[in-house]
């Protein structure tokens, strides 16, 4: 089964500083990767996707995340943190034959501070 | 374009009730997908439906089940409820199923058993 872990429940930056959020993968095949944000009481945005096309992958507000095979990670970055980017993040692996369940990492909640 | 609609936002049930939740996808969407997010166990993937078919199911009990409507609305019931089924309830609509297909979701639907 595909799994993905996060590694840092909590990360905080200071505003203007680099965000890395860690997640890595366990995958037979080929994997579907996603990351998520969810702000309080929200569901969830996409933030990005990868889909074979590209190692490195460009989101939306900044963000961007590169697929390396062979360290099996997915690992999100923003050069310099706002204040609006506080929010929980999740990382998923798209599951099942060919469906688009999803399967979620524990979650990272980034902090920012001034 | 209108988003993904569920309602209720918020529901108190008590213990041994049944309850239904509500799903709109986008329209045009015909992929409906239902999670459920508490603080110990994360976001995990309960079942997908497509075309009024169910595709794919998580590991949760029969006292959990969903459906999808000619329209692709979606519900979910959950009877007899438990205090540990107190969530967050996510439902995600998606154009199509596909492993590279990107979710939307909802705002969610708190479920507070008491």
Redesign the interface.
């Known amino acids: 089964a595909q799994s993905v872990t996060q590694l840092g429940s909590h990360v905080s930056v200071s505003e203007g500083a680099l965000v890395l959020l860690r997640c890595n993968y366990s995958s037979s095949v080929p994997p579907?990767l996603?990351w998520?944000v969810q702000y309080p009481?929200?569901?969830?945005?996409?933030l990005l996707?990868y889909?074979s096309a590209a190692t490195l992958v460009k989101g939306i507000n900044g963000f961007e995340a590169e697929f390396k095979k062979s360290e099996t990670s997915f690992h999100l970055t923003k050069p310099s943190a706002h204040m609006s980017d506080a929010a929980e993040y999740?990382c998923?692996v798209?599951?099942?034959q060919?469906?688009?369940?999803?399967?979620?990492?524990?979650?990272t909640t980034l902090s920012v501070s001034s | 374009k209108a988003g993904v609609t569920q309602t209720p936002r918020y529901l108190i049930k008590t213990r041994g009730q049944q309850v239904t939740l509500s799903c709109s996808p986008i329209s045009g969407h015909r992929s409906v997908s239902w999670y459920q997010q508490t603080p110990g166990q994360g976001l995990q993937f309960l079942f997908e439906y497509f075309s009024e078919t169910q595709r794919n199911k998580g590991n949760f009990p029969g006292r959990f089940s969903g459906r999808q409507f000619s329209n692709s609305r979606s519900e979910m019931n959950v009877s007899t409820l438990e205090l540990g089924d107190s969530a967050l309830y996510l439902c995600a609509s998606s154009p199509r199923q596909g492993k590279n297909t990107e979710a939307f979701f909802g705002q969610g639907t708190r479920l507070t058993v008491v």
């Open positions: 579907y996603f998520y009481n929200q569901g969830l945005q996409l996707k889909t999740f998923a798209s599951e099942g060919a469906g688009t369940a999803l399967i979620f990492g524990k979650g």
